[in-house]
């Protein structure tokens, strides 16, 4: 696919969510800065490059390389353990929990790719390995189910899960 | 958890001292005023700090403290609970780069722990559960890179970091992921900025995936000539390979730096002499004077310096007077918080016994 703008290849697929209705925009590196860097709230001096700029942009505003009929679907994708939706994410700019990699795989395997133009890890692993961060993910899930517990003064259903917490915790 | 006495003391005591990258040591530090890696981590079993509720954030700084307790660094290591501090002290901290902007004006239970030489700092409820950083003076990477890495490892082995065989390391922001790695080296670069080169050098970095940033004052206007080259991209390179990548550049940036000088010292010697001698004039006799004057004179005081052109100044002095002349510093060499004309007038005051001394 050609750039919108010239004859470059488009490699930024954008699909531009913030007039409400979907449009999507495929542009070459060049213009996909121009466009992104327009009509926004940008330092506009020199110090600061672009492509950081971009990446912001890209996980604050915008999906990249869906279409636009997909993205509703996306959005109201949850995570299960934190309770984010996508939509949430693409308006805080930052996922809830480590788990979000999970449940939103599709939609941040594009975006992770645009960011650092590749998407396998290369480098430090932790010594327990990733099982055993995975283990830990009900956690998560457990802490907000409390949390919940409590406002709605079920004090013996909070005190139930913290015995939950606590023997997953002594297992590990 | 803390108490509220020693913490201030301990904080006072940072005035006096002179700070990892202030010692104007080790290789190039002409030029290369200090080397820094940050990890990014996050535990396992909580949500990223922005919706973790106040408990929650209570149980992660316990949970970071308790894995530091027993480790060889817990000696060295003071915790700051940065939400308790007073604004003037938060911006004490970010102007001797120990925590970050973000942090210092962020919410809820924060913690920083750092050492009496300020080489580590370790922000707790950041924008991750964890950001720790190692400083040193000059380029030295590697160096950086081991300290950090075995504060790492100490860590990893009393806590479990959010971890995916794919994206590795995982952060609240997917531009961290991966290694969650930032190498940074700070450049002081007068010669650029005068030859009018440094646009060059931006767009040879972008190339290479590296981000400049000006360093001091607020968001990215670079003051005094100084500048910070990191990796823009953290996830696909391993460490090492990170390192290699800002590392290598660093030295042809020393040398376009050098090349400058010394084209300015053939060309125009004696205006060169001229613009740093009256900037060193300005600096010893001004009545009142902004923080942009003062880092803009100071850079060309330091350049001076380090062609020959002024004597009797060395330095980790100089490299002192940029961060003493800084807004939070000056009110805390006073004593007491001031609005600006009264910190520009203090802090001429500071430059003249500091100079004509
Ligand atoms: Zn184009
Ligand atoms: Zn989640």
């Known amino acids: 696919m050609k750039c919108q703008k010239c004859d470059r290849p488009a490699t930024y697929h954008i699909t531009e969510v913030a007039s409400g209705t979907p449009v999507e925009l495929h542009f070459c590196e060049e213009h996909a800065r121009e466009y992104l860097s327009s009509g926004q709230k940008l330092p506009t001096d020199q110090m600061t490059q672009v492509t950081e700029q971009v990446a912001e942009h890209l996980v604050k505003h915008l999906v990249v390389g869906k279409a636009a009929e997909e993205l509703k679907r996306l959005d109201e994708q949850t995570c299960p353990y934190c309770g984010i939706s996508f939509h949430d994410f693409r308006h805080q700019g930052r996922l809830g929990c480590p788990y979000d990699y999970q449940v939103f795989r599709e939609q941040l395997e594009s975006l992770i790719l645009n960011i650092h133009g590749e998407t396998q890890h290369k480098g430090k692993q932790p010594s327990k390995g990733a099982e055993a961060a995975t283990r830990r993910t009900e956690l998560i899930r457990l802490r907000r189910e409390i949390k919940e517990a409590v406002e709605r003064e079920e004090y013996e259903r909070a005190s139930q899960l913290r015995d939950q917490i606590q023997e997953i915790e002594e297992s590990a | ?357």
């Open chain 2, 1 to 357: 958890m803390l108490q509220e006495g020693d913490r201030v003391v301990k904080l006072e005591d940072l005035m006096g001292r002179r700070g990892e990258w202030l010692r104007g040591e080790g290789p190039e530090s002409d030029i290369v005023m200090s080397s820094r890696i940050r990890l990014a981590r996050n535990l396992a079993d909580f949500p990223f700090v922005r919706l973790a509720g106040e408990t929650e954030r209570r149980q992660i700084a316990e949970r970071v403290e308790a894995a530091l307790k027993d480790s060889p660094f817990a000696p060295h290591l003071m915790p700051l609970r940065v939400d308790e501090l007073s604004e003037l002290d938060r911006h004490f901290l970010v102007e001797r780069q120990l925590i970050s902007r973000e942090f210092a004006e962020g919410q809820g239970l924060r913690l920083v722990f750092i050492d009496h030489q300020e080489r580590y700092s370790i922000m707790v409820n950041e924008e991750d559960h964890l950001r720790m950083q190692v400083m040193r003076s000059g380029l030295d990477l590697e160096p950086a890179w081991k300290l950090i890495n075995d504060l790492d490892d100490h860590l990893e082995r009393h806590l479990t970091f959010a971890f995916d065989e794919k994206f590795g390391y995982l952060t609240a922001c997917p531009t961290n992921v991966g290694t969650g790695m930032r190498v940074s080296v700070m450049l002081h670069l007068p010669a650029v900025v005068i030859t009018r080169q440094m646009d060059q050098i931006f767009r040879g970095l972008e190339k290479l995936e590296l981000v400049v940033r000006g360093l001091f004052g607020e968001g990215s206007q670079a003051m005094g000539d100084f500048y910070q080259v990191s990796n823009q991209v953290s996830l696909g390179r391993s460490e090492p390979e990170l390192i290699a990548k800002v590392g290598d550049v660093i030295p042809r940036i020393i040398e376009y730096e050098r090349k400058a000088r010394e084209f300015l010292m053939n060309e125009s010697q004696e205006n060169l002499h001229d613009r740093v001698s009256r900037a060193f004039g300005i600096l010893k006799t001004a009545q009142t004077i902004s923080s942009e004057e003062t880092m803009h004179l100071l850079s060309s005081v330091r350049m001076g310096v380090h062609l020959g052109l002024i004597s009797g100044l060395d330095t980790p002095t100089l490299n002192e007077l940029f961060l003493l002349t800084q807004p939070a510093h000056v009110q805390k060499l006073v004593g007491t918080d001031l609005d600006s004309a009264d910190r520009n007038i203090e802090r001429a005051r500071f430059l003249r016994k500091r100079l004509n001394g």
